[in-house]
């Protein structure tokens, strides 16, 4: 006999449990769950069925299963399907426990040792973005900016990817004043944005979001460059950006380059993890 979820699977192992250990019929749960997230009117069970991968009857016994226990409910109107109580309940959990420091943390080390350059994360804080934590390379690269280092908007690529993604009311103010020709506090000074239109910022701007990438080539600091990435939280917002950054001549800050790429997958994967999808 072969071995489903509903019986022995052959190597001693108990009902329902797989060759790595997990249980197939929690597996199948699973499916039929992811099925329901990400929806805005209630799913009828023909599409549950088909996005979980699976034959209708055998989604609708672990929907009425979830139904009992609060995981999804049945819409009296028109008898489709959405996450229930006890699912918006774990969700709110999950979000509350989520940091994107502490996310993000782990993958600047291994950004840092799979690349060898220095990588940081940056924040939105009260004077714009913020670095606050590096992990350093041994090289004889020197980083000007420490935990703490706010970085313009218009000429930083941290600051670029902050700009092209929050909304107008939250970088308004700090874009007219770089433009203007002044600084963000413990910024470098730089008079490249003071040449800037507004034209030119929304390009800016606009290219950093089709590429989900922004670059700098010393605007900040001479003989620096930079490429960035953005870290968005479950409701597609940026919370925080990651940043390679080394010497000119040797990092490769081309948007489809070995550096940009490797970025961009980990930036994506510490989205995920802040739920994002």
């Not at 080390?109 to 350093?136: I, K, N, S, Y």
């Not at 460059?225 to 917002?237: N, Y």
Request: proline share 6%; with cysteine; net charge neutral.
């Amino acid at each position: 006999m072969n071995p489903t979820e509903d019986s022995p699977n052959g190597n001693g192992a108990s009902p329902g449990e797989d060759d790595a250990g997990g249980v197939q019929a929690v597996d199948t749960a699973v499916r039929v769950l992811s099925a329901l997230i990400d929806t805005g009117a209630p799913l009828m069970l023909k599409t549950v069925a088909e996005r979980a991968e699976m034959q209708p009857p055998k989604a609708h016994r672990y929907l009425v299963s979830f139904c009992r226990n609060g995981l999804a409910e049945r819409d009296a109107a028109s008898g489709g399907y959405r996450l229930g109580p006890l699912a918006v309940r774990m969700g709110l959990a999950a979000l509350r426990r989520l940091n994107v420091v502490q996310a993000a943390s782990p993958t600047l080390g291994e950004l840092r040792d799979e690349l060898g350059f220095t990588v940081g994360l940056a924040v939105w804080g009260a004077a714009g973005p913020t670095f606050v934590r590096f992990e350093e390379t041994n090289d004889a690269l020197i980083i000007s900016g420490r935990p703490g280092s706010v970085m313009p908007l218009l000429t930083s690529s941290t600051g670029r990817v902050f700009g092209a993604y929050l909304p107008p009311s939250v970088t308004a103010s700090l874009i007219q004043r770089e433009m203007a020709g002044s600084q963000h506090p413990g910024a470098t000074p730089t008079r490249i944005a003071s040449t800037m239109s507004k034209a030119d910022v929304e390009a800016l701007f606009e290219d950093v979001r089709r590429h989900k990438l922004a670059r700098v080539l010393g605007d900040v600091n001479p003989g620096l460059h930079g490429v960035s990435a953005p870290i968005f939280d479950h409701a597609g917002a940026v919370v925080g950006v990651i940043t390679v950054m080394g010497s000119a001549g040797l990092i490769d800050t081309r948007l489809d380059g070995p550096v940009a790429s490797t970025l961009a997958a980990r930036a994506e994967e510490v989205s995920r993890r802040m739920g994002w999808a």
